[in-house]
């Protein structure tokens, strides 16, 4: 089967961890096991997030002249080469030798009269505290708020993904067989000017939205996004909170769920399985093939895959 | 025809001229112009260098983290992130509509026991004056020389290409007539490991030696490597310099260059024509498309372009 994986940002740099080189190389060397556990079965594309990473390059750029900030365009287009690179280098370490990969930067057209300009909603970068957080807000006038307890993080506008530019090449190796990873970082955001030119924007798309749209303009049958949370659940943080194990769109529709992550996951998966996909499934990375066997995680499908079972927790 | 364009990473940020974000998209806007034209009458596939952008990259995580410095192969990438995706998106709104185009990370393996690795030779980042240069040294422990009238510039190795690794790919969407950009700073550096995995070293490669085995890789008939000067000079500084129009490779063995930038252009120019090429052209960016019809530059090729003429001066 054919599946785009999306790889959270959280998977590569965790919440808490020092943001060094060597953190995010082990924890890309884990991520590519499990992606290459699931090459071996399956044809896979892989996106993967940039949260952490472009709001640790704003940083560093801004540490480094901060009378230049660095638009997020540009740093959106540095993390898909930096990410980008890890991925492709520990995954084809991982497979078969004279396996074919590209990875492709990704540029992804945005409505420039999207809300989401003027609501920034997408948290980047690290979570400071609430001192650090205050300072660094005075600093740069960016928009903070609170992550955690008490802490504080930078928000940049998320518009959501209208086209993948470049679809046609990404298309032509996919259907050749290259193993391609692209739209990194949710794609780096451009929107078409009164001219006709494309031109960069000030924001970060959410990647789990742009992945569905990948995954709906290559045909495959799988959406699997893989994040650091087991499934999707009920009555999140209640007494009678339950994983989800199987749904349809129509369900989770009537269900409501905290803001946060989860939410352009799950609308990510109901715009793909009611579009033609066969499943869209959510759960942890280093279970990604087992989401797929039904054995864990969150599974999403038009059709119930057993009859007479719309929902079932575990 | 199918030519091979390396751009210089001079090109896009200019030497003396301050390393901003405007600074490096306006000048690969005027880049974009060149290329775009030259598309009209011929297949391009653009590589492009990243001397003073990866040395920037540098020293931005330097600023921000001292005691993290991020390694040259993860740099790299990022540069060609950002390079990349400022040229995709400049050279797509010059050409017609419809154009196809895709930008590929790449990496290149290079030899572990290349001698490059004790020498740092590849100037990469600012030009120093002689006070702050020898600030930077000692703070960071990076190697300096002088450039120019007393500045200082760091230098890293740089290391021969050995292998495009990912070529395929790349071919692929070459043949079907896809404009491709890749190869950027002369690739992401990569060794072979002794367990065989493939682990990026620290190295910054020139990018006209991987230009040269792209084209040839590519079965290219012309490999263009565009600079801010004007052709190949002989006897430069001399009272009696002369451009060279066209020259065989054979002949310019005999000649004697300054070691500096040329060098590699020349080595790259006659590797590739003696591999097969059709012709090697050296000369100034906005020249490209009179460099290849032989009204300016430097040609070089097998056999000479009129009988009797094997070095033309200008």
Redesign the interface.
Known sequence: MRIVVALGGNALLKRGE????EAQHNNVRVAAAALASLARDHQIVVAHGNGPQVG??A???A???PD?P??L??LG??????I???I??EL??ALPPGT??????T?VEVDPQDPAFDNPTKPIGPVYSAEEGRLIQADHDWTMVTEGQGGLRRVVPSPLPVAI??I???R??VE?G?CVICAGGGG?P?VRGKDG????VEAVIDKDRTSGLLAEALGADILLMLTDVEAVFRNWGEPDQAAISEITPDALDGLSFAVGSMGPKITAACDFVRSGGTMAGIGRLQDAGAIVDGRVGTRVRIAPAEPGTTVSDR
């Open positions: 020092p943001m060094t080189p640790l390059m940083l560093q750029a540490s480094y002249a230049n660095w638009p365009d540009v287009a540095e993390t898909e080469g930096m980008g690179y890890l492709e280098q084809m370490n074919d990969c590209a990875t492709l930067l540029r530019l470049g046609n090449p990404i032509l190796l050749a290259v780096i451009v030119a494309m031109k960069g």
